[in-house]
């Protein structure tokens, strides 16, 4: 069993930064790839960013390309997500995810065994 906890959601303004992390429980995070998505309101939820079980690959939706960063550190079992120059249209829930030793990264939500509860990222025009 896996337990993912996001934090650092929170309202900015457009232009703005937040940076999101993903605390894993358990042992097998090292096994791990993970990924980060989003859920905008009256909309499906779509892919953001993952990440191998090494940190030596990374894969982005083509919306955040150049804007966001996907990082991880196995010795504190955390992901990151840094958002860059934010504008609304990024607003949403956003979801960190494991597969679980599974160490390849993927883009498909139904590859991912494991979610965390949610952290709301609100950016204001």
């Known amino acids: 069993q896996v337990q993912l906890v996001e934090s650092g959601g929170g309202l900015v303004q457009t232009g703005g930064s937040l940076r999101l992390s993903c605390a894993a429980s358990g042992r097998t995070f090292t096994a791990s790839a993970m990924g980060w998505f989003r859920q905008a309101p009256g909309k499906e939820r779509e892919f953001v960013a993952a990440?191998?079980?090494?940190?030596?690959?990374?894969y982005y939706a083509d919306s955040v390309k150049g804007r966001f960063t996907i990082s991880r550190d196995n010795a504190k079992n955390t992901v990151y997500l840094q958002m860059n120059s934010l504008s609304p249209e990024d607003t949403a829930v956003y979801y960190c995810?494991?597969?679980?030793?599974?160490?390849?990264?993927?883009?498909?939500?139904?590859?991912?065994?494991?979610w965390g509860q949610g952290t709301q990222v609100t950016v204001s025009s």
């Open positions: 990440i191998s079980w090494s940190g030596l690959n990374t």
């Open positions: 995810a494991a597969r679980h030793l599974r160490p390849i990264a993927a883009d498909s939500d139904g590859d991912y065994d494991y």
